[in-house]
Structure formats: C-alpha cells, structure tokens
C-alpha cells in the first residue's frame, strides 16, 4: 500500500487513504534510516554541526499536525531527535535546516494540491532535496517492509520558534527605494502566516491581504500557475490600484506576479529582470544564471547582455538546484514560479523573490509593466499539452521532420530554427507531451504552430 504514495520527487496522494498516520511513520522511519546509514562513512570535514538531528515542519491542512507527529515519531525510532519548527512555508524548512545545520527536515505538505492531498518534501544535509534518484527509491523500499512498533529506540524531540531568525534573513534580501502598496494573495495557505511574520511592520511597504484566513480549506485552488486561480487577485488589484499583486501557492515556495494593470507576469520575464539586477551587483559580475529551458530566449539575452552566464536547465526543483550548487550561480528561475538564490543556500524561497522583485520595482520611476515591457520581445505559446500514446515515436518523428535545426535532449526535445524553436517533453505520469514554442512574431507563432499540430494534433484541453 505504501509504495503508492511515493512520486518522483516527494510524497504524495490523498488522506486518509492510502495516505495515513500509519504511512508517515513508515515514511519517517525510512527516512531515518535511509539518512543514519547515507552518513555513515562521511569524513568528518563533511559532516554537519547537527549530524543526528532531523527537523520537522508542516503546512496548514487540517490533517498536517497528525501527520507530522507520526513521522516525528518515525523518525525518532530510528535514534533521531527532532526538531519541530510547526507551522510553516516549506521554504522556512529549507531556511531551518541550513541555519541550525541538521542533517536533513521532512516538510508535511500537499504544496498545490486539494485540501484532501497530504504529502512529505524530504530533504537531506544543507536542505538538498532527496528525489527518486537521490535516495527516494531507497526511502520507498525500506518503507515496504515495515511494521510499526518498538524498536527500543527513542530520539529526543523539542520544539523550537525560529520566525525572528527567518524574517532577518529574507528581510536581508529587501531594500525600498520608495514606498510600495501590493496586494497578496495567500491562497488560504501558508503565505497568510509567512507574510504578516516576515513582511508586517516593514516600514515602505503596505501589504493589502486577500484570503490570508488559515481555514484548511481553499476559496481557489492554491495553484497560480493556473491564470483562472489570479481571478479574485486581479478584481481586487482593479479596486485597490496597487503598484504589484503577488499569489503565492498552497505551500508559499512559489509565487506568481501580477502587474499594476492587472496582467500576470511570465515568470521567465521575472527571471530576466531579477538576473539584471543580480548581475548589476559588482561581486556578482560574471555569475551564472540557471533558468529552465521552457523559458524565453530572452533570458538568456538579458543574462549575457549583464555580463553573466546563462545556463540551461532540465525542467524541476531537483535539477535546478543541483546545478545552481555546483556552479555557485547566483540565481535561478522556473517557468512554474520557483526562483531559486545562491544567498538562501542555493535553495528555493516564495518570500525572497517577492523580496527582491518589490526592491527592484521600487527603485524604477516608471510601473512594472513598463519595465517588463521591453522584454516581451517574442512571441510565446504557453505549455500546451498533447494526448499522445507513443511518446517517444513522436519524438522520433519530430527530430526527423525538423532536422535542419539546432536540435538537443536535455529535456525531451529543443529544437532551435533561428527565428523560432520549440520544446517538446514528456509527462512523468500521463500519455501526454507537452510543448513550448516561440517565435519572433505573433503572425510566426502562429503558422510554426500550425505546423507543429500536423504531427502533435490539437491541444487537450483544460490545459
């Protein structure tokens, strides 16, 4: 029953079935021991500060605090301690794991998902996430086998309030050139804790609040990557007349940007402009910059024209970071409203680039979206989904129509024509394929895409 629950890249299905306290002591004892015998032969140089100390921290869904104490108690079976920072965004579980320097956190978490998901973002040392090929694979299998009972072992637990530290250190990422009204919308999720704790009281910066009642429920979906859930942001922000809207997700990692006339903001456009802002830094001059590869070419425009070095990436959280590490890029961006800092432990934060955008937008004479404007300079499809059976023969197939252009794989397929190029990808989970196209007009986009819809088909809908 276990192994149901278990995704690419976390844990997650509804509760209480197969999703249950039962699971996430499993779940908790797995990952105890999948850490204890990962860190058995680190050199010492390696190790962290707190090498047997797990933290803990969970979102607002009714069931989360159940959840969160059975795999507390899963963890601590297997000899952990834990540490339960409560009720929190997952990016503070990113922030608490770095800052007292434990071995790795379990966040509980549904993140977009209905109020009925429950789910575990696990992480090991330095907040790195633990994916399927990381150490998931091995968390689900010892997972299988378990029964719950006594193992005549018995970590510590306390519980520690660590919102002072966490406000100075996004805090540290703010600078207002000017006062600034923005409504946020919470989502009825996490932000409506995160954003009065961390943002309240900041002088400059009035915060007009939309669904911040933590209720366990949601009036939308807590998803803004879908445009209709920024319906009730974009009605308020035509009442309010603020200078930025912002929609964080279930969980407060992600956020979606809406301007002042009440347009949403791609988020390889917020990309482009935080790079530039980035890279305009002088101990940041030549940085690399890490987006994924759905986005506008654009960015990668911005990023070289700033003096910096663009950098491709496959499309999810686990690759971004990973590479963002390894070439100590100062920054990142996911066309799904993850921005990623090198300064936040190269780890992703919804409060950071809020942060950051409000502090470069308030140093602007002019509105926002006469400071994206100059970077809608192409013309772009969207993610457009395909109900495709035989996913890699129509990948095959497109390699072969297309071939005259400048073709890779690092994720699914690019292909680049010059004044226009296209991705084409797979589902993880569905018979689907899913396309990005671009092109330097209007008029272009369209007839590329008629093109492509010879060997794609028409788009499902409901995407």
Same mark, same amino acid.
């Given at each position: 029953?276990?192994?149901?629950?278990?995704?690419?890249?976390?844990?997650?299905?509804?509760?209480?079935?197969? +999703?249950?306290?039962?699971?996430?002591?499993?779940?908790?004892?797995?990952?105890?021991?999948?850490?204890?015998?990962?860190?058995?032969?680190?050199?010492?140089?390696?190790?962290?500060?707190?090498?047997?100390?797990?933290?803990?921290?969970?979102?607002?869904?009714?069931?989360? *605090?159940?959840?969160?104490?059975? +795999?507390?108690?899963?963890?601590?079976?297997?000899?952990?301690?834990?540490?339960?920072?409560?009720?929190?965004?997952?990016?503070?579980?990113?922030?608490?794991?770095? @800052? /007292?320097?434990?071995?790795?956190?379990?966040?509980?978490?549904?993140?977009?998902?209905?109020?009925?998901?429950?789910?575990? #973002?696990?992480?090991?040392?330095?907040? #790195?996430?633990?994916?399927?090929?990381?150490?998931?694979?091995?968390?689900?299998?010892?997972?299988?086998?378990?029964?719950?009972?006594?193992?005549?072992?018995?970590?510590?637990?306390?519980?520690?309030?660590?919102?002072?530290?966490?406000?100075?250190?996004?805090?540290?990422?703010?600078?207002?050139?000017?006062?600034?009204?923005?409504?946020?919308?919470?989502?009825?999720?996490?932000?409506?804790?995160?954003?009065?704790?961390?943002?309240?009281?900041?002088?400059?910066?009035?915060?007009?609040? /939309?669904?911040?009642?933590?209720?366990?429920?949601?009036?939308?979906?807590?998803?803004?990557?879908?445009?209709?859930?920024?319906?009730?942001? #974009?009605?308020?922000?035509?009442?309010?007349?603020?200078?930025?809207?912002?929609?964080?997700?279930?969980?407060?990692?992600?956020?979606?940007?809406?301007?002042?006339?009440?347009?949403?903001?791609?988020?390889?456009?917020?990309?482009? /402009?935080?790079?530039?802002?980035?890279?305009?830094? *002088?101990?940041?001059?030549?940085?690399?910059?890490?987006?994924?590869?759905?986005?506008?070419?654009?960015?990668?425009?911005?990023? $070289?024209?700033?003096?910096?070095?663009?950098?491709?990436?496959?499309?999810?959280?686990?690759?971004?970071?990973?590479?963002?590490?390894?070439? #100590?890029?100062?920054?990142?961006?996911?066309?799904?409203? @993850?921005?990623?800092?090198?300064?936040?432990?190269?780890?992703?934060?919804?409060?950071?680039?809020?942060?950051?955008?409000?502090?470069?937008?308030? @140093?602007?004479?002019?509105?926002?979206?006469?400071?994206?404007?100059? +970077?809608?300079?192409?013309?772009?499809?969207?993610?457009?989904?395909?109900?495709?059976?035989?996913?890699?023969?129509?990948?095959?197939?497109?390699?072969?129509?297309?071939?005259?252009?400048?073709?890779?794989?690092?994720?699914?397929?690019?292909?680049? /024509?010059?004044?226009?190029?296209?991705?084409?990808? $797979?589902?993880?989970?569905? *018979?689907?394929?899913?396309?990005?196209?671009?092109?330097?007009?209007?008029?272009? +986009?369209?007839?590329?895409?008629?093109?492509?819809?010879?060997?794609?088909?028409?788009?499902? @809908?409901?995407?």
């Amino acid at each position: 029953m276990v192994e149901k629950i278990f995704k690419a890249y976390d844990v997650r299905a509804t509760y209480p079935n197969p +999703l249950n306290e039962e699971a996430a002591w499993k779940v908790g004892h797995a990952t105890g021991q999948y850490l204890k015998r990962n860190r058995q032969n680190v050199a010492p140089a390696a190790r962290v500060k707190m090498e047997n100390t797990v933290c803990v921290g969970r979102d607002m869904r009714p069931h989360s *605090p159940d959840l969160a104490k059975a +795999l507390c108690d899963g963890l601590r079976s297997t000899g952990h301690s834990v540490i339960d920072v409560g009720m929190v965004d997952t990016s503070f579980l990113y922030f608490a794991i770095n @800052h /007292l320097d434990c071995v790795g956190g379990v966040m509980v978490t549904a993140s977009h998902n209905p109020a009925n998901y429950n789910g575990f #973002k696990i992480s090991g040392p330095k907040a #790195k996430p633990i994916g399927s090929a990381s150490g998931l694979d091995d968390i689900r299998r010892i997972a299988t086998t378990l029964r719950v009972g006594n193992t005549g072992l018995n970590g510590d637990y306390m519980e520690m309030d660590l919102w002072k530290a966490y406000r100075l250190h996004v805090l540290s990422f703010l600078n207002l050139g000017r006062k600034m009204r923005v409504v946020v919308d919470a989502s009825n999720g996490m932000a409506g804790k995160m954003v009065p704790e961390v943002f309240g009281g900041v002088e400059n910066l009035e915060i007009i609040p /939309l669904l911040f009642e933590i209720t366990g429920s949601f009036v939308h979906e807590p998803n803004p990557l879908v445009d209709s859930n920024l319906d009730m942001l #974009k009605a308020k922000m035509k009442e309010e007349r603020p200078d930025l809207g912002v929609c964080f997700d279930g969980d407060a990692d992600r956020c979606f940007f809406v301007d002042e006339a009440g347009r949403t903001i791609g988020c390889d456009m917020v990309t482009a /402009l935080l790079a530039r802002d980035f890279l305009q830094m *002088p101990e940041n001059k030549g940085a690399t910059i890490v987006y994924d590869l759905r986005s506008s070419h654009v960015v990668a425009d911005e990023i $070289k024209a700033a003096g910096g070095v663009p950098k491709r990436e496959r499309v999810g959280h686990a690759f971004i970071k990973k590479t963002l590490a390894d070439t #100590k890029a100062v920054f990142g961006g996911e066309l799904s409203g @993850h921005f990623y800092f090198r300064d936040n432990f190269f780890a992703d934060s919804g409060a950071i680039a809020f942060a950051r955008l409000l502090s470069v937008l308030s @140093h602007q004479v002019g509105e926002m979206s006469t400071l994206i404007a100059p +970077l809608k300079r192409y013309s772009q499809s969207g993610e457009l989904n395909f109900q495709i059976e035989d996913k890699d023969g129509k990948i095959r197939e497109i390699a072969d129509a297309f071939k005259k252009g400048k073709i890779d794989y690092l994720d699914g397929i690019t292909i680049d /024509l010059g004044d226009w190029w296209f991705n084409v990808r $797979k589902s993880n989970t569905e *018979p689907m394929l899913r396309l990005n196209l671009e092109a330097r007009t209007p008029e272009m +986009l369209d007839e590329k895409l008629r093109e492509l819809k010879k060997y794609l088909g028409e788009p499902a @809908h409901g995407h």
